[in-house]
């Protein structure tokens, strides 16, 4: 990637990172993939992994002071999980700036969720090194703004899409592979989780069936519970 082409699409990165760099070279090696070159990623996703589990715990307490170990600990473990990951890389539009070797990209790694989770934690890595855990602090926080935490706690979001409509009598959701990418030793799924009454289906990616069941039960979860629904079917006599 040139460098006078490289520039303004790092400084829209920073913006959505809510965090302008003093060292952009930390910046362009948590971008970087090990087949890219020798400045890669893994060490700042090292530290960046670490970072962002104290933000996480932290949050958790705050915000679940009545919440037990166990239950926090299940639900820290979802909030940073592969596929959380993921959902966060797609919003900063992580895909088209991670910087990969020409064979990693032929084969679809700029698409690969386990890379995107790594170049996140990368990011963060990068950000505690340039300014501190302040702001590591604040720019992952922003991340889990529109998560209800408490989702989180003892209960998948399949099984929470679930449970929500037969509380209100609606039939279960139908979910569908619409896409396998990538080569059979890392593939990403497409699923389409499909509710009676929703004009269209949402869509989740992911390692595995189950993580794209998950990603797209979580999305028509928080649809449903944004927008107006109608009352729930009553029993005829």
Do not use: N
């Amino acid at each position: 990637m040139p460098e006078s082409d490289d520039e303004p699409t790092l400084g829209a990165l920073q913006r959505r990172l809510g965090h302008a760099f003093r060292d952009e070279t930390l910046l362009r090696r948590a971008l970087t993939h090990r087949s890219f070159g020798a400045d890669h990623y893994e060490r700042l996703e090292f530290l960046g992994d670490a970072v962002l589990g104290l933000v996480v715990a932290t949050l958790l307490v705050q915000r679940l002071p009545q919440g037990q170990e166990g239950d926090l600990s299940r639900a820290r473990a979802a909030l940073v999980r592969q596929d959380a990951l993921h959902r966060i890389a797609l919003r900063l539009g992580l895909p088209a700036l991670v910087r990969l070797g020409e064979g990693e990209r032929r084969s679809g790694g700029h698409e690969r969720p386990s890379i995107l989770a790594d170049v996140v934690e990368a990011l963060l890595g990068a950000i505690y090194l340039d300014a501190g855990f302040e702001a590591a602090q604040a720019v992952a926080r922003r991340w889990y703004d529109d998560v209800t935490l408490a989702a989180g706690v003892g209960k998948d979001a399949k099984t929470a899409l679930q449970e929500w409509l037969q509380a209100r009598r609606r039939p279960l959701p139908r979910y569908e592979v619409v896409a396998v990418r990538g080569e059979a030793h890392a593939q990403t799924f497409e699923v389409a989780c499909h509710v009676e009454g929703q004009d269209a289906p949402t869509h989740g990616s992911g390692a595995s069936r189950r993580a794209a069941e998950q990603v797209a039960a979580a999305a028509m979860l928080a649809r449903l519970q944004t927008t107006p629904q109608p009352a729930p079917r009553r029993d005829t006599v």
